[in-house]
Each structure stands twice: as structure tokens, then as C-alpha cells.
């Protein structure tokens, strides 16, 4: 619960800063509907995730897993959002439903009139592509309170492609992350106001 509360901040944090870079990008009158095919929209995290340690102490799952599916865009959710249907190879942290899941990752297609013409955009989180089908990745992802699984945007999906290098390098470092998780002061406080 507590993580699902910083979350909860994350992610309006996540929206607001995303509006605004959406509305700088969509600023430009003289562009043309073809610019528009792919939005990248800028976010601020209040946590450094890239310390596995402080991801770690933020989530409710880490796991080793593989796309199997797309399962296409939903829209219950603030910003374009994608659902893929992924195999859960390796648990690391939390325990997840079943050994198959569907997770949704932000970032996804819109269709929009533009001078009478429908225009498909895809809205990415910037430097987060959606996730591919066939390939592998390190998943960090929360629980929902409808139960959904959703990815931390940017850092929930980190390649990886299980070879002897990665299974030393970068499993472990995730390994020793949930291990010894760092709660952020953010976190700390989120905790502190539920009580």
C-alpha cells in the first residue's frame, strides 16, 4: 500500500510534466500532421531510479520475463497506455498472480482528428520505446488497486537477453537491489502519513 502511494504521486508528477511537454510539442502551428506521428513526452521522477537499490524499495514486483504478446492499447488510464501479456521467468521480488500476466506500459497510439483527417500518434514516454514481442526484459512494475500491473515508465523494462555477461552483471545487481532496497525519503514520508 505504501508503495502504491508513491506511485500514485509519481505518476500525477509523471502527468503533469507530460502535459506540459505535450502542449510545447503540439505548440508549433506550422507543423505538419505527419510530424505528429510519434510524441515523446518528457517526465521528472521524485526518486533516482536509477539506483536499483531506491527501485527496488519503490515497487511491488522485479521479475525476469518475456513478451509473448500485444495485447493493444486500454484507455482507464491517465496517459496512452499498452497491455502486453509476458511470461514471468525469474521472481525476483512480490509475488506475482500466475506465471503469465499482462502488464500495461505507458505509451501507445491515439487517434485524433486533424483538419478532417484521422492521424494515428504514438505518445512514448521519452528514451521508454514499448515493450517487443520475443524479446526478454528485467520488468519493475506496482500493483494497482483494480489489480493491474503496471511498469515503472523508463526504468520497469530493461533488456535483457540472459546471457552468461547479463546473468553477472546486471541480474545480479538487480538481485543485490532487492536484497538490501533503499526507501526513499519520499517513500519514508508517504509511509509515515499513512500511519
Excluded at 496512452?80 to 501479456?85: D, L, S
Excluded at 521467468?89 to 512480490?94: A, E, F, K, T
Excluded at 505509451?107 to 520475443?134: A, M, S, W
Aim: a negative charge; charged letters at 25%; glycine letters at 8%.
Amino acid at each position: 500500500m505504501k508503495r502504491k502511494t508513491l506511485f500514485i504521486i509519481l505518476s500525477i508528477s509523471i502527468m503533469v510534466i507530460g502535459l506540459f511537454s505535450y502542449n510545447k510539442v503540439n505548440s508549433n502551428v506550422n507543423a505538419t500532421p505527419k510530424e505528429h506521428k510519434v510524441i515523446e513526452i518528457g517526465a521528472t521522477f521524485m526518486a533516482d531510479f536509477d539506483n536499483k537499490q531506491i527501485l527496488a524499495g519503490t515497487v511491488d514486483y522485479i521479475f525476469t520475463g518475456k513478451v509473448l504478446e500485444n495485447l493493444g492499447e486500454v484507455d482507464n488510464f491517465a496517459y496512452p497506455t499498452t497491455q502486453f501479456k509476458v511470461e514471468a521467468i525469474h521472481q525476483l521480488q512480490g509475488n506475482l498472480p500466475s506465471k503469465e500476466v499482462v502488464i500495461n506500459q505507458y505509451g501507445g497510439h491515439l487517434k485524433e482528428e486533424v483538419d478532417g483527417k484521422t492521424i494515428e500518434t504514438l505518445y512514448l514516454f521519452e528514451g521508454d520505446p514499448l515493450l517487443e514481442k520475443g524479446k526478454a526484459y528485467i520488468f519493475a512494475a506496482n500493483k494497482q488497486e483494480d489489480g493491474n500491473i503496471l511498469l515503472i515508465p523508463l526504468y520497469g523494462n530493461t533488456k535483457y537477453d540472459g546471457s552468461a555477461v547479463n546473468k553477472s552483471g546486471l541480474l545480479s545487481e538487480f538481485e543485490e537491489a532487492v536484497k538490501n532496497p533503499i526507501v526513499s525519503e519520499l517513500q519514508e514520508k508517504v509511509n509515515r502519513a499513512r500511519k
